[in-house]
């Protein structure tokens, strides 16, 4: 009964490994994104004062999709 217990542990633990190699790369990918839209519109904010622009609205919800 502890070979079985051994082997479950051998195949599993790959998997788990793998998934969690992906999940932290999508998260600091995410991240990373996020970040730079942040900055990104903190630059254009500071353009548009430069020109005497108004403030750039806020997106409020996501892109309709077409509709097919």
Known sequence: MD????????TLLPTLVVGGI???????IIRA?????REYAKIDA??????GLP???AR????????Q
Do not use: G, H
Not at 22 to 28: G, H, I, K
């Open 3 to 10: 070979d079985y217990w051994v082997a479950v542990a051998w």
């Open 60 to 67: 409020t919800e996501a892109p309709a999709v077409s509709e």
């Open 33 to 37: 994104d996020r970040n730079e839209r």
């Open 46 to 51: 500071q353009e548009r004062a430069k020109r």
């Open 22 to 28: 992906f999940f932290y790369v999508l998260r600091s």
């Open 55 to 57: 403030p750039a609205a």
